[in-house]
């Protein structure tokens, strides 16, 4: 990699650019919250200037891969992620799923508290929603901080589709917070998707 390519090479979260001076292309996105455009793939960023005769005048921000890769999580899209560590405040994930597509690289996404359900949300415990290894769908928000996914879980149809119990069997959704083990009838808290919703 030259100089040049260097300083062209980006990575996921990277600001591409302010909004009133750069649109997104393929491979960047708009953040509403700090009005910048941020890269979504990894790869070198390219910024094409406006068609002649455009009401636009800001160039587009683009960024090509710099390998094949699959589907990258973008914010409004639906991913399927596995739950890896709970802690008091948030929840992490690693994305396995972008819409119906899997993966090829490692995407890291975080559930915070405020995110996990719309309704009481100052009383969310983390332990009562998930637990390490869920499945659970989600909403990604925003490419948060320290290169981890902002994802939600605050509709009805998001939150774990597929948990095993203490006991290794897979559970059966009873409520919107509980799923219960087949073999031990034990039930255990969780932050349920309502499937088919």
């Not at 040049?4 to 980006?10: A, K, L, P, Q, Y």
């Not at 690289?105 to 929603?129: C, H, L, N, P, Y």
């Not at 637990?131 to 149809?157: P, Q």
Request: proline share 7%; glycine share 10%.
């Amino acid at each position: 990699m030259n100089a040049t390519e260097e300083d062209n090479f980006v990575t996921p979260g990277e600001v591409l650019g302010k909004a009133s001076e750069l649109k997104p292309g393929t491979g960047a996105y708009f953040s509403p919250e700090d009005k910048k455009v941020y890269a979504s793939l990894t790869g070198f960023r390219s910024v094409i200037p406006p068609p002649t005769g455009s009401d636009d005048p800001r160039p587009t921000v683009e960024v090509k891969g710099h390998k094949a890769h699959g589907p990258v999580p973008e914010p409004g899209v639906t991913v399927i992620a596995r739950v890896t560590k709970v802690m008091a405040r948030m929840t992490s994930v690693d994305i396995i799923c972008v819409g119906p597509k899997s993966v090829r690289e490692k995407f890291t996404g975080i559930i915070r508290q405020q995110d996990v359900r719309a309704m009481e949300i100052d009383k969310v415990d983390m332990w009562s929603s998930f637990r390490c290894g869920d499945i659970v769908k989600a909403l990604v928000l925003s490419l948060g901080d320290a290169r981890a996914y902002h994802l939600s879980t605050a509709k009805n149809e998001l939150g774990v589709v597929s948990a095993e119990s203490a006991a290794g069997a897979t559970m059966v959704p009873i409520s919107w917070t509980e799923m219960q083990c087949p073999v031990t009838g034990g039930i255990e808290q969780r932050k349920v998707a309502k499937i088919g919703a």
